[in-house]
């Protein structure tokens, strides 16, 4: 096993070990291998931890790190740091590689003066690493009610005494979002490898249509796309041939699915009024691909 820097005659062969590693794990699909494309030439890329690994000369796993912040509760930035994807080969899942990989990461992080780590995740394996909830920092995922326990946001002081007793919200770099706000260039990028069948699968992330945000959970609730194939990002309602069924402002569309509380609230332990879910609609939709500034 060998442990090195990346170099740029292994880039398309390290996107595509991305590309197998994500796979239908988080989504239908996967974006992590555009992320990892564009991220080489971002200002927040840190070259000194693009490191791959090696076994019998055969790449079979790769991570990279990214400059990132906290926003502390007076308004100001404090600097911190997230690492993804880290990527390990179908082939070579479950045996280890994935710990030593990281932890190797990790120390060499910390001997840069790298003093703070957070990241989405899952608890159960990071916390091998030293990772824990970050809520236990006080430190406050965007996405999240405030005062949420969030089970998938880690985190990590690899100084001891970096963060002290601060508490404030992070929100993950701009970089990471690449694949929504660059659609086209991305479906043009994911053209370049061969296909695969995006599927729902056990385990993944819940989804939600990117117009409406109603739940997809198979293809049957899905829109098309205008070659008729089926299109993972929006609903049958909202999307159909490659077009959107209703052309709207995001505050009408709060309005129109905010005739269906009633359902919603068959799967809610507390029910909501109408002004509640549309006041939670508010802090949702802006996250959405379609509404997202």
């Known amino acids: 096993m060998n442990i090195r820097l990346e170099k740029p005659q292994d880039y398309r062969e390290v996107e595509n070990l991305t590309r197998e590693a994500f796979w239908n794990v988080y989504r239908p699909g996967c974006t992590e291998h555009y992320v990892l494309n564009q991220y080489r030439t971002n200002p927040d890329f840190i070259s ?9 000369g055969k790449i079979i796993g790769h991570v990279m790190f990214s ?7 007076d308004g100001t930035a404090f600097p911190s740091w997230t690492f993804g994807p880290i990527s390990i080969h179908p082939d070579y899942k479950r045996k280890g590689y994935g710990l030593k990989l990281l932890q190797y990461a990790l120390e060499k992080a910390k001997e840069m003066g790298i003093g703070l780590l957070q990241m ?16 236990k920092m006080k430190i406050h995922y965007h996405a999240e009610p405030r005062e949420s326990e969030v089970p998938y946001f880690l985190a990590q002081e690899l100084i001891p005494g970096y963060w002290g007793n601060r508490e404030g919200t992070y929100c993950p770099p701009k970089g990471y979002f690449v694949a929504d706000e660059n659609p086209d260039a991305f479906e043009a990028y994911e053209a370049t490898f061969p296909k695969k069948e995006k599927a729902f699968q056990e385990g993944q992330l ?6 409406c945000g109603m739940p997809l959970i198979k293809n049957e609730d899905c829109g098309t796309n205008a070659d008729g194939s089926t299109n993972f990002d929006y609903c049958q309602y909202c999307y159909k041939g490659g077009k959107f069924l209703q052309e709207c402002t995001m505050d009408e569309m709060i309005e129109h699915c905010a005739q269906f509380v009633d359902e919603v609230n068959k799967q809610m332990p507390k029910p ?22």
Not at 49 to 55: A, G, H, I, K, P
Not at 272 to 293: D, V
């Open 48 to 56: 000194e931890l693009d490191l791959v690994m090696e076994v019998d």
């Open 67 to 73: 400059k990132a912040e906290i926003i502390l509760d």
């Open 120 to 135: 989405e995740g899952n608890i159960e394996f990071y916390k091998h690493a030293g990772f824990d909830l970050s809520s």
């Open 206 to 211: 819940p989804q939600f249509c990117q117009s």
């Open 272 to 293: 909501m009024t109408k002004e509640e879910y549309k006041q939670m609609m508010q802090g949702f939709f802006p996250m959405l691909k379609r509404w997202k500034k």
